[in-house]
C-alpha cells in the first residue's frame, strides 16, 4: 500500500450517527475568527462560546476561521475554514455542504455514520477526518479506531481500515477505492488537530498509534 506522509486540509461533507437520541443539540466549545449560526429563517448571527446549536442549525465558518462543537454524549466535531454544517438527529444525519470537519466519538457514542456525497464510512470509537472537494480528491482518514469506507459506485467493494490507515478517492471514481497508510505523526500537524484549545478526547490513544507505526517500521528495517 502507498504511503502518504503529507499533513492533508481536511474537508468533508455528510455524517450520521446511530446514537442519536443523545446528539438532539450541541454546544459551541470553540470559535476561532468568522463563525456564524444559519437558523432556519432568520439572519445569520455570530456564533459564541456556549452558544447551542440545535437541529436544523447550520454553522458556517469564514476564511482561515474554526469552531468546536460538543454533543452531549462528549463525542466533538471540529471544523476548518470555509465549511457549511449542519446535522438533524431525526433522521441521524450530518450535513457539510462544503468545509473540512473532524469527529472524534468514544464507543459508548454507537456507531457512527459519516456519508459524503460519493461514499459512507462506518466506524465506532474513533477519530476521523474526511474530506470532500467537490473538484478534486476525497479523503477519509482514521487516526484511532477501525472502520469501514465504502464508495457509492461500489457498494461490494468496501474497505475496512484501522489507525492510520487512509482512503483518498476522486471526486468522480471509476474504480474500486484501496487503503494506504498515512504516518499520523505528521497528521497532528493538521489545523483540526493542532490549532485548537483543547486536546482531542483520543489524544493519548492517537499518540499510542503513532509509537505503534515508529516500532512497525523499526521493524521492517531490521
Not at 90 to 100: E, F, H, K
Not at 101 to 126: D, E, M, Y
Not at 171 to 197: A, I, Q, Y
Amino acid at each position: 500500500m502507498k504511503k502518504y506522509s503529507v499533513a492533508f486540509v481536511f474537508v468533508v461533507v455528510v455524517g450520521q450517527f446511530a446514537h442519536a437520541t443523545n446528539q438532539q443539540e450541541a454546544r459551541v466549545t470553540e470559535v476561532v475568527r468568522q463563525v456564524h449560526l444559519l437558523e432556519s429563517q432568520a439572519a445569520p448571527r455570530p456564533a459564541t462560546v456556549n452558544a447551542t446549536v440545535r437541529e436544523g442549525a447550520a454553522v458556517r465558518t469564514g476564511t482561515d476561521s474554526r469552531a468546536e462543537l460538543t454533543f452531549t454524549d462528549l463525542s466533538i466535531t471540529r471544523l476548518g475554514a470555509d465549511t457549511v454544517f449542519s446535522f438533524n438527529p431525526v433522521t441521524r444525519t450530518y450535513d457539510l455542504g462544503s468545509g473540512a470537519i473532524l469527529i472524534s466519538a468514544p464507543k459508548g457514542a454507537g456507531t457512527v455514520r459519516i456519508k459524503t456525497a460519493i461514499a459512507t464510512c462506518a466506524v465506532n470509537g474513533f477519530t476521523a477526518i474526511v474530506e470532500r472537494r467537490a473538484n478534486s480528491h476525497n479523503k477519509f482518514i482514521l487516526l484511532n479506531g477501525d472502520g469501514v469506507f465504502t464508495l457509492n459506485k461500489f457498494p461490494q467493494n468496501p474497505c475496512r481500515l484501522h489507525y492510520g490507515q487512509a482512503v483518498i478517492s476522486p471526486s468522480n471514481p471509476t474504480r474500486p477505492p484501496h487503503v494506504c497508510d498515512v504516518d499520523l505523526s505528521k497528521v497532528l500537524n493538521g489545523r483540526l488537530v493542532h490549532d485548537f484549545k483543547h486536546k482531542l478526547p483520543e489524544s493519548a490513544l492517537i499518540s499510542a498509534n503513532i509509537e505503534k507505526q515508529k516500532e512497525t517500521a523499526s521493524e521492517a528495517q531490521r
